[in-house]
């Protein structure tokens, strides 16, 4: 009947224009995707430029002299104009090609080859966890709402919500690392020798780190939209029709209520990108978290832009597929793209 | 032949106890080493080593001519003789049989390549010290031996001969394919990270070293560290901080070794600049200072006090110079006279190493008892020695280990690289400078001694530095390792890992 026209009213429109629509709406986006990446370039190196002394100073130290620093500077280029510096840069992106890091003279994909593999070990671990968790935590504590699960559910998320990523990260390491349960390490230096895959228990406790850090969010605004599908006239309708609850959660209401929650959910996601920063330094953990730290300090400009956009393009590729799959999962979005 | 003359014959009945002792030793196992320190930047090259880690690591695969030993004295390593023919003309005689990890003969050739390769590297360690070498006209005389010409007379030639990061390395050297002397050889390294070597079964000295192999892990993070070598991650780590000792005390099966070194711990004054440069103020300065009481808050009781005067460990330094102590009265005396009394002063100050920001808050403490206000500013380290270093009025800085001759030159000499203090003041300069000068032509040691006697003297009573500590360093390591000796030079034995074993 009612859901009969709908079908037949999308049947009707060719196919050849909505699917124009979606692709000129993602090629916009992603136009406006590397157009950020740019200005990103050039605000990081901007930024690399204000910071007191430069590689030089930052390699020799100390133990720098007026001559040593000339020599090293005009061995990395550095005594170029600094307009000079940032094109040669550019150009060598657009060939892929991402330069030599100033501080260990070696390519700069060699340098940060490793750490990108750790850092997405970790990011996936605490995607699979947090995801799938809070889905269900959010959905649990909509459907008991109000009573014991849905409180302590929601005091909790409270809690890790406003704790700092390095509190849970220390805390962590008390409990399960130096004190009362010694069952990890407290340090999660990873063999370089070895498989990080061989090492997973040094990767338990960042990735829990950032679980917990990122599980509030997500939870609670699943919980709000569960709610609020709940309470709608479609699923009010489908349980006076005599359908099983679980029925009604699985075909009407989960669908409805994760739109919402795949927004927040990537720029959680996009969050951790980010945030392995801070949790990686906790933990010593070697991936491009503490790679970007330490090139900053040593003021290593090839090493932190591509750290930094590879963290940016993270981020646009993330909310990318958030609205992406938001379409997908909303039928009204994708009519309106026509 | 003036020289003096260096030969490396150990006594038998030494070498006949050492194998035996050596025979009962365990050989095997894979060391596991925590090193402070490291950053991004570390290099496994032995000519560059800028960071301690990077010293340390390059250390076990590269061999310099000459080294410090536990005691700070000369010892011969790869040259059998090291002969001073004047004091502008060094000869060299290199130890027959010794090889490079890929098979190489160890030749003239590679000491003046290294040497070289060493003065024209802007990141040279050894670039300031070696600079007084004329290497051009040095010559190779046979495979095994190279008369050094000097471009001017300085037997604190020897000094730097003995330094760390002076190493031997190829002709052929690729600073990729790491080819040293030493007793382990290269396999792996990831820079800020972790570097594993193997040991090698040619090296040139009979039975050591007794591992397999050594795995150097960078550790940065003080609590990190002795986390490791709690939770048995690691056997040995450096730079235990003297507030974790009693943890690692109260291990059975944990030791602390604690080297006594000649690494100064420092506040510096300007002496051409109001209002340090009156003697007066300067020396009052270093009477304010109550020193067992500084080394107790910011070492936590854990160092030698300092006299004002460098390298204490130097076998010339001069012990006959009573020890300054606080006194108050006496301080505010001198300000008084110089028109100085309410003084008031900025110190800068900085993390440069974990005690000296905490002394600069106990200095400002017993500033007070003086009528003198040190207002202290932190930055950080960048700053403190970036663009603006040398010219500071007051501020805090450390020396590692060397010889008095070799700390003058790079710190008090109007040419000195480093002379943060601006050194001398117009009184003592003609006289330290000749002073100095004698001395670096003075190849008696008995002679030199004395006049770097009168030299420390005036370091003493006129000059900018507060020298009042000497650090101590803290090894930390487990019981099933042995063979960590106190060493006056560097930590982890001297960065000498060849002569440690497995129990």
New interface residues.
């Given amino acids: 009947m009612a859901r009969k026209a709908l079908r037949s009213n999308v049947a009707e429109t060719p196919r050849g224009r909505s699917f124009s629509g979606v692709a000129r709406f993602f090629l916009r986006r992603i136009a406006l995707g590397v157009l950020t990446l740019f200005l990103v370039s050039v605000i990081i190196f901007a930024a690399t430029q204000v910071l007191?002394?430069d590689t030089a100073?930052?390699?020799?130290?100390?133990?720098?002299?007026p001559?040593?620093?000339a020599?090293?500077r005009h061995?990395l280029h550095l005594d170029q104009p600094v307009v000079h510096q940032y094109t040669d840069w550019l150009t060598g992106i657009l060939r892929l090609d991402l330069g030599q890091s100033l501080?260990?003279e070696r390519p700069v994909t060699e340098?940060i080859g490793?750490r990108i593999g750790n850092s997405a070990i970790l990011f996936l671990l605490a995607t699979l966890v947090s995801v799938p968790l809070s889905v269900l935590l959010g959905s649990i504590a909509a459907l008991r709402r109000d009573r014991i699960f849905d409180h302590v559910t929601s005091i909790t998320t409270l809690v890790f919500a406003s704790l700092p990523e390095f509190v849970i990260g220390i805390a962590l390491v008390l409990v399960f690392?130096?004190g009362v349960f010694?069952l990890l390490?407290?340090?999660s230096?990873?063999?370089?020798?070895r498989s990080v895959w061989l090492q997973l228990d040094k990767v338990i406790l960042p990735a829990a780190t950032l679980v917990l850090a990122v599980i509030p969010h997500i939870t609670r605004i699943m919980r709000a939209s569960m709610i609020e599908v709940l309470e709608s006239d479609y699923v009010e309708m489908a349980r006076l029709k005599g359908l099983s609850e679980r029925l009604i959660i699985r075909r009407h209401a989960l669908p409805n209520a994760i739109a919402p929650a795949i927004q927040i959910t990537a720029l959680s996601l996009a969050w951790i990108a980010g945030g392995v920063v801070l949790v990686e330094f906790v933990f010593?953990y070697?991936g491009i978290g503490a790679?970007l730290v330490?090139?900053v300090?040593?003021r290593?400009i090839p090493?932190v832009q591509a750290l930094a956009l590879l963290i940016a393009a993270i981020y646009i590729v993330l909310n990318l597929a958030g609205d992406a799959l938001t379409v997908f999962v909303s039928p009204r979005l994708r009519t309106s793209l026509q | 032949m003036v020289g003096v003359s260096l030969l490396g014959l150990p006594g038998c009945d030494d070498r006949e106890e050492e194998a035996q002792e050596a025979g009962r030793r365990k050989r095997g196992g894979t060391l596991i080493v925590g090193a402070s320190g490291g950053s991004a930047s570390d290099s496994v090259d032995p000519h560059l080593p800028l960071s301690t880690i990077d010293q340390f690591r390059q250390a076990q695969l590269y061999e310099g001519l000459a080294r410090f030993d536990a005691d700070f004295n000369f010892k011969l390593v790869l040259a059998e003789e090291i002969t001073l023919e004047q004091p502008d003309r060094m000869l060299v005689r290199l130890r027959p049989g010794v090889e490079f990890h890929n098979g190489k003969p160890l030749t003239a050739d590679d000491v003046l390549f290294s040497y070289r390769r060493i003065v024209t590297e802007p990141k040279g360690l050894g670039r300031a010290g070696l600079s007084i070498l004329d290497l051009d006209s040095s010559k190779k005389l046979d495979e095994r031996t190279v008369r050094f010409f000097l471009k001017s007379p300085n037997v604190a030639i020897l000094d730097e001969v003995a330094q760390v990061f002076n190493g031997i390395a190829p002709v052929d050297f690729d600073p990729r394919e790491p080819n040293g002397t030493g007793p382990f050889m290269f396999e792996s390294f990831e820079p800020g990270r972790q570097s594993v070597f193997a040991r090698n079964p040619q090296y040139w000295q009979a039975d050591v070293p007794y591992v397999d192999s050594v795995v150097i892990n960078d550790l940065t993070d003080d609590t990190a560290r002795v986390n490791a070598l709690l939770g048995g991650e690691v056997h040995v780590i450096d730079g235990l901080l003297a507030t974790q000792l009693p943890v690692v005390e109260g291990q059975d099966d944990l030791r602390v070794v604690r080297s006594p070194s000649g690494q100064s711990s420092t506040f510096y004054m300007r002496v051409d600049q109001a209002p340090f440069n009156d003697v007066r103020v300067r020396q009052a300065m270093r009477l304010i200072v109550d020193r067992p009481q500084m080394i107790q808050q910011a070492l936590g009781g854990v160092g030698q006090v300092g006299n004002d005067v460098f390298s204490i460990q130097d076998p010339l330094y001069n012990h006959d110079l009573p020890q300054r102590g606080q006194d108050i009265g006496e301080a505010r005396s001198l300000l008084k006279q110089a028109g100085q009394e309410g003084l008031e002063v900025e110190l800068l100050t900085g993390p440069v190493t974990p005690g000296l920001l905490a002394a600069s808050q106990v200095l400002a403490e017993q500033a007070k008892a003086a009528d003198v206000r040190i207002n202290l500013r932190q930055v950080d380290v960048g700053t403190l020695f970036g663009d603006k270093f040398l010219t500071w009025l007051f501020a805090v800085d450390f020396w590692s280990t060397r010889n008095y001759l070799s700390t003058v030159a790079l710190a008090l000499l109007p040419t000195s690289p480093f002379n943060e203090t601006h050194w001398p003041d117009d009184e003592s300069r003609t006289a330290y400078l000749r002073l100095y000068n004698e001395a670096i032509q003075t190849v008696d040691s008995e002679k030199r001694g004395e006049l770097i006697h009168e030299m420390q003297r005036i370091d003493w009573e006129r000059g900018g530095y507060i020298i009042w500590a000497f650090d101590t360093f803290l090894d930390a390591h487990s019981t099933k390792i042995s063979g960590l000796q106190p060493n006056e030079y560097k930590p982890f034995n001297g960065y000498d890992l060849s002569r440690l074993f497995f129990v």
């Fill in positions: 007191p002394g100073r930052a390699i020799l130290g100390r133990n720098a002299t001559e040593t620093l020599e090293l061995r501080v260990q340098v490793s690392g130096t010694q390490p407290s340090v230096i990873i063999d370089p020798g010593g070697a790679g330490d090139a300090a040593l290593d090493v």
